[in-house]
């Protein structure tokens, strides 16, 4: 990734690490490079997530999120990857 905002990129919200257990919600990031995760069910109490780009090979958070808020993690030199 080169640093621009990707158009498209496919953002999923998982029971399990790196895109197994059931997909809670799929997002696909707006022409600004942003997505809106902030209304998801079972959010609070964890899940996993994973992005995708063009490349189509996701790249996943190791951690759980608890938060729709990726930016006040993922901002300056912290921006999410997508392949
Ligand atoms: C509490 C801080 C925090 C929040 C909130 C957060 N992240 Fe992360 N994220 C991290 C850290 C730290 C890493 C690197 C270590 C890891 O994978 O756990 C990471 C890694 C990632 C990666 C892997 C990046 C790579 O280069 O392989 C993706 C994708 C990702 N996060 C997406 C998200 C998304 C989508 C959200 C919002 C739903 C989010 N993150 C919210 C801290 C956070």
């Known amino acids: ?20 257990g059931s997909v809670v919600a799929t997002v696909t990031t707006d022409g600004a490079g942003n997505f809106y995760t902030s209304s998801v069910a079972g959010l609070a109490s964890g899940l996993y997530t994973d992005a995708a780009g063009p490349g189509q090979t996701p790249r996943a958070m190791q951690t759980q999120v608890r938060s729709g808020a990726c930016n006040s993690c993922h901002a300056g030199s912290s921006r999410i990857v997508a392949d």
């Open 1 to 20: 990734m080169d640093g621009s905002a990707y158009v498209g990129a496919v953002v999923r919200l998982t029971s399990g690490l790196a895109g197994t």
